[in-house]
């Protein structure tokens, strides 16, 4: 019954949504954010703990703001998503500002394949949307949600904007999958790759804190031969009768990644990723509420007992990631 109502209550937010006009849909969303932020819980608890870091000089009061602002920042994503596949593509172009992307455009006007990592930062689908316009269709990783029914609705709705789906678990290695889509070329490889999923991934340091993240872009680029580059995605307010809802999604591209040290793969790789997290770096800490981070990352928080760890109270839910990734690319 549970499964059953949560695919109806998904079918219902894509159908709904894309025909209620935007104040009301946008204004619905606010409202959602703003009742979770009261009632708390695990998940506010961690994006609190993950600003904070980000954030330190910011007092108590500024903090609660910033949360705020931050879980409307995330539930405009979830709207956005919803609404997506409705919006023409004079509308999604319109939505989406790009800096940097020069590079990435003369490589795709060759039919070759870019590896780009991003963070859980402003709207991936719609940047990924504009991509496949504006440069080249997209690939990327999913993790499979439960029930399949949501996940069959979620690969449907990113095959609708041009976004190839490869799973997680369940089907071919991803990884090898990967592989072949790079060297096939003519497509953006985007993973969301500021969390590291498999216990394979490196340590880095972001926003001046130790964190693991996944490798496969950087092993993918290094292996393949195909470019790296790191996008930092953020919402900022639109200006007036363009955008989504009051505001528009930043992409602002990295220069293309090389190591910049000699050695194994592994030392490449680590280098390629630490660059990667220097290029989100100052969007964290300049948009922090774009940073969709409800989960723990910071290496302090993964090796702590859970009743030591700064998002952790006692009265909460045993300590399983609901992931975000879920929803979007993951490395």
């Given at each position: 019954?549970t499964?059953?109502?949560?695919?109806?209550?998904?079918?219902?937010?894509?159908?709904?949504?894309?025909?209620?006009p935007?104040?009301?849909?946008?204004?619905?969303?606010?409202?959602?954010?703003?009742l979770?932020?009261?009632?708390?819980?695990?998940?506010?608890?961690?994006?609190?703990?993950?600003?904070?870091?980000?954030?330190?000089?910011?007092?108590?009061a500024?903090?609660?703001?910033?949360?705020?602002?931050?879980?409307?920042?995330?539930?405009?994503?979830?709207?956005?998503?919803?609404?997506?596949?409705?919006?023409?593509?004079?509308?999604?172009?319109?939505?989406?500002?790009?800096?940097?992307?020069?590079?990435?455009?003369?490589?795709?006007?060759?039919?070759?394949?870019v590896?780009?990592?991003?963070?859980?930062?402003?709207?991936?689908?719609?940047?990924?949307?504009?991509?496949?316009?504006?440069?080249?269709?997209?690939?990327?990783?999913?993790?499979?949600?439960?029930?399949?029914?949501?996940?069959?609705?979620?690969?449907?709705?990113?095959?609708?904007?041009?976004?190839?789906?490869?799973?997680?678990?369940?089907?071919?290695?991803?990884?090898?999958?990967?592989?072949?889509?790079?060297?096939?070329?003519?497509?953006?490889?985007?993973?969301?790759?500021?969390?590291?999923?498999?216990?394979?991934?490196?340590?880095?340091?972001?926003?001046?804190?130790?964190?693991?993240?996944?490798?496969?872009?950087?092993?993918?680029?290094?292996?393949?031969?195909?470019?790296l580059?790191?996008?930092?995605?953020?919402?900022?307010?639109?200006?007036?009768?363009?955008?989504?809802?009051?505001?528009?999604?930043?992409?602002?591209f990295?220069?293309?990644?090389?190591?910049?040290?000699?050695?194994?793969?592994?030392?490449?790789?680590?280098?390629?990723?630490?660059?990667?997290?220097?290029?989100?770096?100052?969007?964290?800490?300049?948009?922090?509420?774009?940073?969709?981070?409800?989960?723990?990352?910071?290496?302090?928080?993964?090796?702590?007992?859970?009743?030591?760890?700064?998002?952790?109270?006692?009265?909460?839910?045993?300590?399983?990631?609901?992931?975000?990734?879920?929803?979007?690319?993951?490395?």
């Amino acid at each position: 019954m549970t499964d059953r109502l949560t695919v109806a209550g998904f079918k219902l937010g894509w159908r709904t949504l894309r025909v209620l006009p935007e104040p009301v849909a946008y204004g619905l969303f606010d409202r959602i954010a703003d009742l979770s932020v009261r009632r708390g819980g695990k998940r506010i608890e961690r994006l609190r703990s993950n600003y904070r870091r980000a954030r330190p000089e910011l007092d108590d009061a500024a903090l609660d703001a910033l949360v705020r602002d931050g879980m409307r920042s995330y539930m405009r994503y979830y709207c956005e998503a919803f609404r997506l596949p409705s919006l023409s593509r004079a509308q999604i172009d319109g939505a989406v500002v790009s800096r940097g992307e020069e590079e990435l455009r003369a490589f795709a006007a060759k039919g070759e394949t870019v590896v780009v990592f991003v963070g859980h930062l402003g709207n991936f689908d719609l940047g990924a949307a504009w991509a496949a316009t504006q440069l080249a269709p997209v690939t990327t990783v999913a993790e499979r949600l439960e029930p399949e029914a949501v996940f069959e609705e979620f690969v449907a709705f990113r095959n609708a904007i041009d976004m190839d789906i490869i799973p997680l678990t369940g089907g071919e290695d991803p990884f090898t999958a990967l592989v072949r889509v790079a060297r096939a070329g003519g497509r953006v490889i985007a993973l969301a790759s500021d969390r590291d999923l498999t216990s394979n991934g490196v340590e880095v340091e972001l926003v001046g804190h130790p964190v693991r993240m996944a490798k496969g872009p950087a092993v993918l680029s290094l292996l393949t031969g195909a470019p790296l580059y790191c996008a930092s995605i953020h919402y900022e307010p639109a200006p007036k009768g363009t955008g989504l809802g009051g505001y528009r999604t930043v992409v602002e591209f990295s220069e293309r990644l090389r190591p910049r040290v000699e050695g194994p793969t592994a030392a490449k790789a680590r280098d390629l990723i630490q660059q990667c997290a220097d290029h989100l770096t100052p969007t964290i800490r300049e948009h922090t509420s774009s940073w969709h981070m409800l989960q723990r990352v910071f290496v302090d928080d993964l090796d702590r007992p859970p009743d030591q760890r700064p998002d952790q109270r006692p009265d909460h839910d045993s300590d399983h990631d609901s992931d975000h990734d879920s929803e979007r690319g993951t490395g």
